[in-house]
Nanobody, 125 residues
Framework: QLQASGGGLMLAGDSLKLSCTGS????????ISWFRRAPGKEQEFVGR????????DYVESVKGRFIISRANAENAVFLQMNSLKPEDTAAYYC????????????????????WGRGTQVTVSS
């Protein structure tokens, strides 16, 4: 299973770091992605990191502000969120997949084997 944590109530411009920890499966053999769901909106792909941590990929709206990293020895992935904006307000979820990195399958929630419970991030102006 996966567990996301670290959410909170923030002000625009603040920074926040979310964590995602895994247990019960071979964490280091899975690519990990972050998704978010804002109230009244569909789930959105935020970014991902390859199983070895060498590759990352982000949705355009967070490029240059969010950074994903991982520490496989700790079964953990992190989402560093900088320069937060009110439009970043959402429940954030981490998910794990073994599907191939290349292509578009990682952008679809149906491609994931494990999901964590969401952690709420609220950004006020």
């Amino acid at each position: 299973q996966l567990q996301a944590s670290g959410g909170g109530l923030m002000l625009a411009g603040d920074s926040l770091k979310l964590s995602c920890t895994g247990s019960g499966f071979s964490f280091s053999t899975y690519h990990i992605s972050w998704f978010r769901r804002a109230p009244g909106k569909e789930q959105e792909f935020v970014g991902r990191i390859s199983l070895n941590g060498k590759l990352t990929d982000y949705v355009e709206s967070v490029k240059g502000r969010f950074i994903i990293s991982r520490a496989n020895a700790e079964n953990a992935v992190f989402l560093q969120m900088n320069s937060l904006k009110p439009e970043d307000t959402a429940a954030y979820y981490c998910a794990a997949t073994r599907r191939l990195w290349y292509g578009t399958t990682h952008y679809s929630p149906s491609s994931y084997d494990y999901w964590g419970r969401g952690t709420q991030v609220t950004v006020s102006s």
